[in-house]
């Protein structure tokens, strides 16, 4: 349905690297269909299978709510550190000077401000008590000699598309089960 160069339109190449087929494909409903921009194929995605990486573009509107929008932007704070008896302590102190000036806040300022404030100074003792929660990394195990083989096994997958040769095949077709191991093993001592 798209224009595409043959090679980017296979998306199988058979073991002896000369037959290639079309076997993957995008289904949509007939209503979205004009939701896709593009679907081609991408050789060089190391997905460690003999199928290429069918990749579509779509196109998708959603309709998001303020409210939503807000939800995201805000910073989590590491809650796990309030089980620590000093630093909840601290919280706890902190909260409670910040109360104890809001006590003498006249009734005739505007709820609004009033609310911003109280919110402003939740936000900065519990930053400045607790800190921010980072994002765990997934892989811990993963490290630069995991990168160097990684980047050994794109190597020689990109060197098999360029040059389709059996001794491109066979230098793959060795470097994988070797880097497949070595991610193994490194991944069973870290746990």
């Known amino acids: 349905m798209l224009p595409h160069r043959n090679i980017h339109k296979y998306t199988w190449t058979s073991p002896d690297g000369k037959t290639h087929n079309q076997i993957d494909h995008v289904l949509i409903d007939r209503r ?20 290429y990486l069918v990749i579509a573009k779509v196109r998708e ?27 909840r302590e601290q919280y706890q102190i902190e909260i409670k000077n910040w109360f104890s000036a809001l006590e003498n806040v006249n009734d005739e300022e505007d709820v609004n401000r009033t609310w911003e404030h109280i919110k402003e100074n939740v936000q900065t003792s519990a930053k400045e008590s607790l800190g921010l929660h980072e994002l765990n990394q997934n892989k811990h195990w993963f490290d630069e000699e995991c990168l160097r083989y990684l980047e050994r096994r794109k190597r020689a997958k990109l060197q098999w598309i360029q040059d389709p040769k059996q001794s491109n095949v066979d230098i793959l077709n060795n470097v994988r089960p ?13 746990i």
């Open 32 to 51: 979205w269909h004009s939701s896709i921009l593009d679907v081609r194929s991408f050789r060089g995605a190391d997905c460690e299978t003999d199928q």
């Open 61 to 87: 509107r959603f309709a998001v709510g303020k409210q939503a929008a807000k939800r995201f932007d805000r910073q989590r704070f590491n809650l796990r550190k309030l089980n620590e008896p000093g630093v």
């Open 178 to 190: 070797e880097v497949s191991r070595h991610f193994r093993n490194k991944k069973k001592r870290h």
